[in-house]
Nanobody, 124 residues
Framework: QVQLVESGGGLVQAGGSLRLSCAVFGRAVAASDMAWFRQAPGKERVFVAA????????DYAESVKGRFTISRDNAKNTLYLQMNSLKPEDTAVYICASTRSYAPDDDLSGYTYWGQGTQVTVSS
């Protein structure tokens, strides 16, 4: 079985930065395309960023484009999300996910493995 474990969340002031990590257990990161989603209280889970399994293609939600960078280190079986210029509206639980079909959008149906999430809180 595959397990995804996020870390790196926390409290940061607006304009600050955080780097999230998603460690993958049970398989290699290179085996699948991966993505970050986020979910704020009372709202649906939405797409944030995706990366192709070799890392050659990256896509971002319009709300984070230019501020967030998704990357992966296949040797460490780890996915990353570098978040800069954070805004209060970025506050959410951030969840990593794995899919065998690249889908950089809000459709969750293709993602078979999900982490538990890590909380990111951005204060104004």
């Amino acid at each position: 079985q595959v397990q995804l474990v996020e870390s790196g969340g926390g409290l940061v002031q607006a304009g600050g930065s955080l780097r999230l990590s998603c460690a993958v257990f049970g398989r290699a990161v290179a085996a699948s395309d991966m993505a970050w989603f986020r979910q704020a209280p009372g709202k649906e889970r939405v797409f944030v960023a995706a990366i192709e399994y070799r890392g050659s293609r990256r896509d971002y939600a319009e709300s984070v484009k230019g501020r967030f960078t998704i990357s992966r280190d296949n040797a460490k079986n780890t996915l990353y999300l570098q978040m800069n210029s954070l805004k209060p509206e970025d506050t959410a639980v951030y969840i990593c996910a794995s899919t065998r079909s690249y889908a950089p959008d809000d459709d969750l149906s293709g993602y078979t493995y999900w982490g538990q999430g890590t909380q990111v809180t951005v204060s104004s």
